[in-house]
């Protein structure tokens, strides 16, 4: 899935927003209020497969404060 963010993009309509920062994405769950963070990290074994890239998230959480 090919995702392309300016800076607040929405979806499912009212439920999921998400807002880019310098390191990933935050992902904001606008029925319950939790919170993940995303973001690109390389593999264990990057510089074998050409720096390859997975997505990590943190757990979904409302014990994040986000600074705008």
């Keep these: 899935?090919?995702?392309a963010?300016?800076?607040i993009v929405s979806a499912e309509e009212g439920r999921y927003s998400?807002?880019?920062d310098e390191l990933g994405v935050y992902i904001l769950d606008g029925e319950t209020g939790k919170v993940k963070?995303?973001?690109s990290?390389?593999?264990a074994n990057a510089s074998e497969t050409g720096g390859e890239l997975v997505t990590a998230c943190t757990?979904?959480?409302g014990e994040y404060i986000l600074k705008q």
């Design 37 to 39: 963070h995303c973001r």
């Design 41 to 43: 990290v390389p593999i």
């Design 59 to 61: 757990p979904w959480s």
């Design 5 to 7: 963010f300016s800076s």
């Design 1 to 3: 899935m090919l995702l």
């Design 18 to 20: 998400m807002l880019k």
